[in-house]
């Protein structure tokens, strides 16, 4: 799979009450889990969503477009960045993500979205470049939703939507709060 990475890394923890990046996972921070989960798929590009950090350096780091917009200015500043076709998505906070399912998301080079019960995980999911242009109208909209983005962009044949089975459901884990440590 040719390939773009993004680590959304960029959030305020508020939630959690401290940066989640460094938080400890089975014994390994946060954001060396992730980037290696990534590195993992051979990415031609692998950016950083957040703010700079020495232990980033490696990485191309990116700004928000717009500041306080979520996530979705993450998406979009990769996605303007990007110099592969598909640009794969992995926020910080997911710590059981694997390659394995990354890859699954990507048929014949188109982007997919997983879906589970409670609706789209966009922040594990392959997204085409092709939605740049659709990201970066959104947010000039104020409409800072990711949700509205992955709809808009099935609605225009740009990503399609990939079911999570019941197995995989575990690797969405989301760690927001100190309880779900």
């Not at 954001?31 to 957040?50: D, H, K, Y």
């Not at 979009?76 to 399912?101: G, H, N, W, Y």
């Not at 188109?110 to 959104?138: H, T």
């Amino acid at each position: 799979m040719r390939c773009s990475a993004v680590l959304l890394a960029g959030g305020k923890s508020s939630r959690m009450g401290r940066d989640k990046a460094s938080l400890e996972f089975e014994g390994e921070p946060l954001w060396r889990r992730q980037l290696r989960t990534l590195r993992q798929l051979s990415p031609e590009q692998l950016m950083v969503s957040g703010p700079p950090r020495e232990e980033w350096s490696a990485c191309e780091i990116l700004p928000d477009e717009i500041a306080d917009a979520g996530p979705l200015a993450g998406v979009s500043a990769a996605l303007q960045k990007c110099t592969a076709p598909l640009l794969v998505v992995l926020a910080i906070d997911l710590p059981r993500m694997s390659a394995e399912f990354l890859r699954s998301l990507s048929r014949d080079g188109q982007g997919a979205v997983p879906r589970g019960p409670e609706g789209f995980e966009p922040l594990a999911a392959a997204y085409p470049a092709a939605c740049a242009a659709l990201a970066a109208e959104q947010l000039r909209h104020g409409d800072f939703s990711l949700q509205n983005f992955v709809r808009a962009a099935i609605d225009q044949g740009l990503l399609s939507e990939r079911a999570v089975s019941a197995a995989e459901s575990v690797l969405f884990l989301n760690l927001n709060t100190p309880a779900d440590l």
